[in-house]
């Protein structure tokens, strides 16, 4: 499974793995007109989605995911 422990810090900024709790934080953030305008055109994202979402990276051998922070402040996420 994807879920690891790899975290990484520059000064106040993180790298840290995608938890459950980051999940909707990251759905909000993703559904967000003024970001999603940058990624990848897939629609609303549902709470469902999001954790069947969730629930198949966790599946995933091959993909990294991390959650950047600032202060401990969520931006964003970013796979590897």
Same mark, same amino acid.
């Given at each position: 499974t994807m879920n690891h422990n790899i975290n990484y810090q520059y000064e106040n900024i993180k790298l840290q793995p995608i938890? @459950?709790?980051?999940?909707? $934080? &990251? =759905?909000?953030?993703?559904?967000? @007109?003024?970001?999603?305008? $940058? &990624? =990848?055109?897939?629609?609303?994202?549902t709470?469902?989605?999001?954790?069947?979402?969730?629930?198949?990276?966790?599946?995933?051998?091959?993909?990294?995911g991390f959650c950047i922070k600032e202060c401990n402040e969520l931006w964003c996420y970013v796979k590897i």
């Open positions: 938890k @459950k709790n980051d999940i909707e $934080y &990251l =759905r909000k953030w993703r559904n967000e @007109k003024k970001n999603n305008m $940058y &990624l =990848r055109q897939i629609g609303h994202i709470s469902y989605e999001q954790r069947q979402w969730y629930d198949d990276y966790l599946k995933r051998k091959d993909e990294l």
